[in-house]
């Protein structure tokens, strides 16, 4: 039981390019989330999705996109990625009814 | 939209108790619940508070007080482990379902 997995750890990007974070959970779990973490700032809700084909923006949506291929698994896209998405990503995840969020162990991403 | 403030740093000494506070604005209450993090790590869940009063999990202890929209993490007989950072959060409910919404955390350092 890996419980929520993300890839990958770390990435380095250029002005422009673009990338997808994957995350991975294996609790069966109906709601998954996408947060980012800079200093100071605790962590920021990006999008989540309470369950196959929902998804909702959080407080910092814009310039993202994601996608809830199946119950396990929910990508976060960044398309042109710029300098302000420096930052660490985590996934998350919980079910249904329960109080707990599990979050996975965080892609660093640095745009150049 | 939800806020929530808790202070941005406590120092303490290994064996003594600290409290956490964290004071909160939501359009809808469903819960407010603690989470701790290590330097470089995922959050991991601590506590949840539902109804008012207290939670004990071992050294740790959570209040809650929905009248004074308030609650307290409160940490006894301190360990170095435990210098770490704690956000509180509480329960959004958007179209799709809901997420936790994070206060900016709290970094906790504990030294001997």
């Known amino acids: 039981n890996a419980g929520v997995t993300q890839t990958p750890k770390f990435q380095v990007l250029k002005t422009g390019q673009s990338m997808t974070l994957q995350c991975a959970q294996d609790?069966?779990?109906?709601?998954m989330y996408w947060y980012r973490q800079d200093p100071g700032m605790g962590l920021r809700l990006i999008y989540y999705?309470?369950?196959?084909?929902?998804?909702d923006k959080g407080e910092v949506p814009n310039g993202y996109n994601v996608s809830r291929l199946n119950k396990r698994e929910f990508s976060l896209r960044l398309e042109s990625a710029a300098p302000s998405q420096t930052s660490v990503y985590f996934c998350?995840?919980?079910?249904?009814?329960?109080?707990?969020?599990?979050f996975g162990p965080g892609t660093r991403l640095t745009v150049l | 939209g939800q806020s929530l403030e808790q202070p941005s740093e406590v120092t303490a000494v290994e064996g003594a108790i600290v409290q956490i506070n964290c004071t909160y604005q939501?359009?809808?209450?469903?819960?407010l619940s603690w989470y701790q993090q290590h330097d470089g790590g995922a959050p991991t869940f601590l506590s949840y508070?539902?109804?008012?009063g207290l939670e004990e999990t071992g050294r740790f202890s959570s209040f809650l007080s929905r009248s004074d929209s308030y609650g307290y993490l409160l940490l006894q007989e301190l360990q170095m482990k435990d210098s770490a950072s704690y956000f509180c959060?509480?329960?959004?409910?958007?179209?799709?379902?809901?997420?936790?919404?994070f206060g900016k955390g709290t970094t906790l350092s504990v030294s001997s």
């Open positions: 609790m069966n779990h109906n709601s």
């Open positions: 508070n539902g109804l008012d």
């Open positions: 999705s309470a369950s196959e084909g929902t998804t």
């Open positions: 959060a509480v329960r959004d409910y958007g179209q799709a379902g809901t997420a936790l919404i």
């Open positions: 939501t359009s809808g209450f469903y819960g």
């Open positions: 998350a995840s919980r079910d249904t009814g329960d109080n707990e969020q599990f």
